[in-house]
């Protein structure tokens, strides 16, 4: 087993823009990697989609990121979202020949440190179930594991709900948005939900012309919240494809589990919602993302 690197060997430091390249690539070889020792396709399709991700990362003024430093040498990263009530860490991502050294505690603790600095009531992550490396350090940082998730992906379904219409959002909508997340989970996402709009990936769906549900676009990167599965279904249904590699879909919620399934979307691999300080047991339907 690799031994702890000594203090003066590591640093960590701020994130740029212009570290997006090697960070990116770093982050494609690791999930890769990983991914590919439990036979599960890698969670990126190609080094260039790693360097654009964190390339947004990296130079959004609501992300503090940081990355690690061996001798000089980048060796992985990690971000902390804080564009909403609640705190997403990730994705961090440690070069392969250096991992199993304390890199991803030291990095873990940067941004868990940062989100204590700045009062968030509560942090939380996605994990890989099958990691089980990382799900024994971030129990061990503080983490409570919540609950199993599935990544699913297919061909778009292609399907109405009768009496839901589902449209494009607009920031006259947040209020309402806003109040539905919080009857939901208790907390709202409005920072993420406003850069969704204003991208033109966010869309509601409307019951009796009142808004029921809504989702900050389709993927890894996006959440939905609704006040049933019929209004997530909706959603589900409208969109016109499904970024690799796919949605995020609670396994508790059985109907919606198996509506997808039986739609020909299929598993891809499981992931679990580990959380630190505030939560409340959701009280309607949602999608999280791979940061929550």
Known sequence: MAKPLPIEALRIRRAKPEDAEVCGRICYDAFTTINRQHNFPPELPAVEAGIAALGRLFSHPAFFC???????????SNCLDERSTIAGIGPITITPDVQNRSIGRTLMKAVMDRATERAFPGMRLIQATFHSRSLALYTKLGFDPRELMVVMSGPPIKQTVPGCTVRPASEADLSAANRLCESVHGHNRSGELIDA???????????QNQLTGYAAGFGYLAHAVGESNVDLKALIGSTAEFPY????????NADLFRWCLNNNLRVVQPMTLMTIGLYNE???AYLPSVLY
């Open 282 to 284: 959701p009280r309607g």
């Open 66 to 76: 940081v990355l690690a430093e061996l001798d000089g040498k980048i060796v992985g």
């Open 245 to 252: 590699p796919g949605i995020i879909v609670p396994t508790r």
């Open 197 to 207: 709009i204003q991208h033109g990936e966010a869309f509601v769906v409307e019951r």
